[in-house]
């Protein structure tokens, strides 16, 4: 019903900057809250950014002042610009969004299927 697809993850090195693309798409009547979550390896999916429909920005402490979160919702896209990126930034980063299906009018939480990002030292 609703798809999000990311894209732009990679291998960077130490320092250096990656912007992350989610798109949704398919039968979405409206779309809330979206956010970019990470899963490390070993570890468990943690929240690094979200926003609202209207451009409120919420970031997880260890995040703020290097990654910017924003949207374009006639586009319906988020967006992660991560700088000054460090190796414990490496995981798999994963799209979210909080949408209404224009079917069955149902709101739910849907992910994408993730995008590794890996940085080297």
């Known amino acids: 019903q609703v798809q999000l697809v990311e894209s732009g993850g990679g291998l960077v090195q130490a320092g250096g900057s990656l912007r992350l693309s989610c798109a949704a798409s398919?039968?979405?009547?409206?779309?809330?809250?979206m956010g970019w979550y990470r899963q490390a390896p070993g570890k468990q999916r943690e929240l690094v950014a979200s926003i609202t429909s209207n451009g409120r920005s919420n970031y997880a402490d260890s995040w703020k002042g290097r990654f910017t979160i924003t949207r374009d919702n006639a586009e319906k896209t988020v967006y992660l610009q991560m700088n000054s990126l460090k190796p414990e930034d490496t995981a798999v980063y994963y799209c979210?969004?909080?949408?209404?299906?224009?079917?069955?009018?149902?709101?739910?939480?849907?992910w994408g299927q993730g995008t590794q990002v890996t940085v080297s030292s």
């Open positions: 398919g039968s979405i009547f409206s779309i809330n809250a």
């Open positions: 979210n969004a909080d949408a209404r299906s224009s079917i069955t009018l149902r709101r739910d939480t849907y």
